[in-house]
T-cell receptor, first 115, second 114 residues
């Protein structure tokens, strides 16, 4: 079974600085997708960024980018120019690409942003 | 555009009482539907998923059940709630084909069993 591990229960960053959230996963599949979700205090789950395993190029969405290391099975999220609104729980998730599959989530990393 | 509605937002129920949480999706057909539970300080646990009307797959054996009476309606139920059923329940949908798409989540229901 696939597992997703987020080893940092909590991270802190100051406004305007950069922070990196770690995620590793375990799979024997070659075709899969990785996601980062944000859950602010409202608890609404918001998709932040998505990465296809077959793509070598790292995904980028404005201030959010990933470092996808397929051989190492690592998928970290970098947030640049951090803002107070970035404070939230961040979840890493995995989904197998072939056949029917569901999203498997890590336990999350709480990101605190200070002025 | 597609929207997902989940209600109620908050619920306080006594132990042993029944439960019914409802989720509906608009703007799409034949979605895959999911129920997740998020316990305090923990990640998301998949409870049920459905790929079509009347088709329910259970991931975790427990006190809960799910039904899909209509294409875009997904219901989470219990006949008798336990204290351990407390948590935050999230409904989500995804397109039927294409694992590249993530899920779109509802706003969640905070359930407290007392």
């Amino acid at each position: 079974a696939q597992t997703v591990t987020q080893s940092q229960p909590e991270m802190s960053v100051q406004e305007a600085e950069t922070v990196t959230l770690s995620c590793t996963y375990d799979t024997s599949e070659s075709d899969y997708y990785l996601f980062w979700y944000k859950q602010p205090p409202s608890r609404q789950m918001i998709l932040v960024i998505r990465q296809e395993a077959y793509k070598q190029q790292n995904a980028t969405e404005n201030r959010f980018s990933v470092n996808f290391q397929k051989a190492a099975k690592s998928f970290s999220l970098k947030i640049s120019d951090s803002q107070l609104g970035d404070a939230a729980m961040y979840f890493c998730a995995y989904r197998r690409g072939s056949g029917y599959s569901t999203l498997t989530f890590g336990k999350g990393t709480m990101l605190l942003v200070s002025p | 555009s597609q929207t997902i509605h989940q209600w109620p937002a908050t619920l306080v129920q006594p132990v042993g009482s029944p439960l019914s949480l409802e989720c509906t999706v608009e703007g799409t057909s034949n979605p895959n539907l999911y129920w997740y539970r998020q316990a305090a300080g923990r990640g998301l646990q998949l409870l049920f998923y459905s790929v079509g009307i009347g088709q329910i797959s259970s991931e975790v054996p427990q006190n809960l059940s799910a039904s899909r009476p209509q294409d875009r309606q997904f219901i989470l139920s219990s006949k008798k709630l336990l204290l351990s059923d407390s948590g935050f329940y999230l409904c989500a949908w995804s397109v039927a084909t294409g694992a590249s798409y993530g899920y779109t989540f509802g706003s969640g229901t905070r359930l407290t069993v007392v």
